[in-house]
């Protein structure tokens, strides 16, 4: 997927001045995963130096071996999720492959710039001050939209009635704007030469006015709103505190420690663990580290609730064991796996990250119980047909959804072998694991005749 430039870009000319630049996230992330590869330069057959170049990479790393960084994380068994505090890791594993999410964010760990931001100790804007400005803007701009709307209407039945009193024909309406799709500098603009010319002269902008309704009878309030907004925040700013609040502040400002910390979920921690080998993780009521084959079991015994005891027999189709099979399966691709939870699927699969673009895949994780051992007594096939129940009603909800967020819907099927011998050997165990992946699309009969 092509990327845009994420270089500063000009905001539209007019009222709102240029837009603030963007970090270089092509820099920040340039890494996908935190993990130190050597790079070895290309092998050119017709340049004898090339394989010079390539011997000298070769014997630097013999001589000066990268050291990998191995990032520390514990796990909590009261709410069965794992937790990273060290804020070096969180940075790490964010920037390089986009593990977990910030408990007091709504996904990058950024608590803390908002707080400074907030106490005017930090310049620039966070993600989140962004959506919240964009979602501010879609909404001035619904209600721009519709006051301008009734104002084409109200324009339109004062011209019928005044050629209805003359007896001339009205000619049809050019361009109209009772359809016209409004963008953000327009709806502004409009409400720019508006607030211009209600304004009383002694500048008394908290009048209240009647609020406009549009053709289907809905009373919008908008301008006295967005007026009330302006006030407020003017006022704000103009606020005086004393001194010894002031002081109070900066001492304040001055021991402000972050309070937040990144919270991975089980799969992405046994990614870390066992097939990167860059995270330890400890168990918090013994503070002593879980070595992974021992984190694997524990980890199953945690998916469900209440939790298993550590004696208890894994399945084969365990939550946990489906869903990092799937989750070790996409981000071996090379697919940045998110949660799917919000649009109502298990995972998400980025291209290259949230920050560059949004989720082109919605995943949904489905057992399949293929395997002769699962049809040999009734038992088993009331087992495996009870657990394989959808219907097409769940089908269609899920899909619909994923159409409106224009998300493409793939169906994973994950093939449960029968039960084994409990065995140490993490890698045998998943081998035994097969998928399946079907690409499904909303049919629209506009669209697909002939």
């Not at 803390?112 to 919240?132: D, F, H, I, Q």
């Not at 024909?169 to 607030?195: C, D, W």
């Not at 001194?243 to 420690?257: Q, T």
């Not at 080998?277 to 524990?298: A, C, H």
Request: aromatic share 8%.
């Amino acid at each position: 997927m092509e990327t845009s430039s994420l270089q500063p870009k000009a905001g539209p000319r007019g009222k709102r001045g240029a837009r603030p630049g963007r970090p270089n996230y092509r820099h920040i992330h340039r890494h996908p995963l935190p993990v130190n590869v050597l790079s070895v330069p290309p092998v050119i057959p017709h340049n004898p130096l090339s394989i010079i170049s390539v011997a000298l990479s070769y014997l630097t790393f013999l001589i000066s071996p990268p050291r990998q960084e191995v990032y520390s994380a514990y796990f909590d068994s009261a709410t069965s999720s794992i937790h990273v505090t060290d804020e070096r890791a969180i940075k790490a594993l964010w920037e390089m492959g986009f593990f977990g999410k910030g408990t007091l964010s709504r996904s990058e760990p950024s608590w803390l710039e908002r707080e400074k931001k907030r106490r005017g100790l930090l310049g620039g804007s966070t993600s989140e001050e962004a959506t919240r400005k964009r979602r501010t803007e879609r909404r001035e701009l619904k209600l721009e939209r519709a006051r301008v709307e009734k104002v084409a209407i109200e324009e339109r039945l004062k011209a019928e009635a005044a050629a209805k009193e003359s007896g001339d024909v009205l000619p049809a309406a050019e361009g109209s704007t009772i359809g016209e799709k409004f963008s953000v500098k327009k709806a502004m603009e409009a409400r720019y030469r508006q607030s211009r010319s209600q304004t009383p002269m002694n500048g008394d902008v908290s009048a209240p006015t009647e609020p406009p309704v549009t053709p289907n009878g809905k009373s919008v309030r908008f301008s006295h709103v967005v007026q009330e907004k302006e006030v407020v925040s003017s006022s704000a700013a103009s606020l005086q505190l004393p001194d010894s609040v002031l002081d109070e502040d900066e001492a304040e400002d001055a021991v402000l420690e972050n309070e937040e910390h990144l919270q991975i979920s089980n799969e992405e921690a046994f990614f870390l663990a066992y097939s990167l080998g860059v995270l330890q993780v400890y168990d918090r009521e013994e503070n002593k580290v879980i070595p992974t084959s021992s984190l694997f079991p524990l980890l199953c015994n945690h998916s469900q609730f209440p939790p298993r005891t550590a004696t208890a027999e894994l399945k084969p189709d365990d939550p946990f064991a489906m869903s990092y099979v799937v989750y070790h399966h996409f981000r071996s691709l090379g697919w940045v796996v998110r949660s799917g939870v919000k649009f109502g699927t298990d995972y998400l699969l980025y291209n290259r990250g949230p920050v560059f673009s949004h989720a082109e895949f919605a995943v949904i994780i489905l057992p399949s119980y293929s395997h002769s051992y699962w049809s040999e007594t009734e038992e088993r096939r009331e087992y495996t047909t009870a657990q394989q129940a959808r219907s097409w009603w769940w089908l269609h909800c899920v899909n619909r959804v994923q159409a409106q967020v224009k998300k493409s819907l793939v169906l994973c099927y994950v093939e449960v072998p029968p039960p084994a011998a409990s065995s140490d050997d993490i890698g045998a165990l998943i081998s035994r694991y097969k998928i399946r992946e079907f690409l499904l699309r909303r049919w629209i009969p506009n669209r697909s005749r002939d």
